[in-house]
């Protein structure tokens, strides 16, 4: 399973870090992502890493402010965001799938985490 921790509320133009923990898989074989979804809207790509961490992909609104790393030997996946802005405010969900490759679409994602909340203030 994945849980992701590390959300809450932060003023725009800081930062966050978020942490994905993984127990009962084999972390290190998968592809990994980060999505979010935002009020009335539907779940959408922010960032995916590949197994071995040299490959990341990030939506265009993310990049140079989002940067997607994993600790394979720990087991954790992570996700570090500056520069916040309100527009960024949602539920940020980890998500694994059975492939090495990195991957923007979430059908193409077999295990999700419950979310962790990110609330960015103007």
């Known amino acids: 399973q994945l849980q992701a921790y590390g959300g809450g509320l932060v003023q725009a133009g800081g930062s966050l870090r978020l942490v994905c923990a993984a127990s009962g898989l084999r972390f290190s074989s998968y592809g990994l992502g980060w999505f979010r979804q935002a009020p009335g809207k539907e779940r959408e790509f922010v960032a995916t890493i590949n197994r071995s961490g040299d490959t990341t992909a990030y939506a265009d609104s993310m990049k140079g402010r989002f940067t997607i790393s994993r600790d394979n030997a720990k087991n954790t996946m992570y996700l570090q965001m500056n520069s916040l802005k309100p527009e960024d405010t949602g539920v940020y969900y980890c998500?694994?799938?059975?492939?090495?490759?990195?991957?923007?679409?979430?059908?193409?994602?077999?295990?999700w985490g419950p979310g962790t909340l990110v609330t960015v203030s103007s």
């Open positions: 998500a694994a799938r059975t492939l090495m490759v990195a991957s923007t679409t979430p059908q193409r994602y077999k295990y």
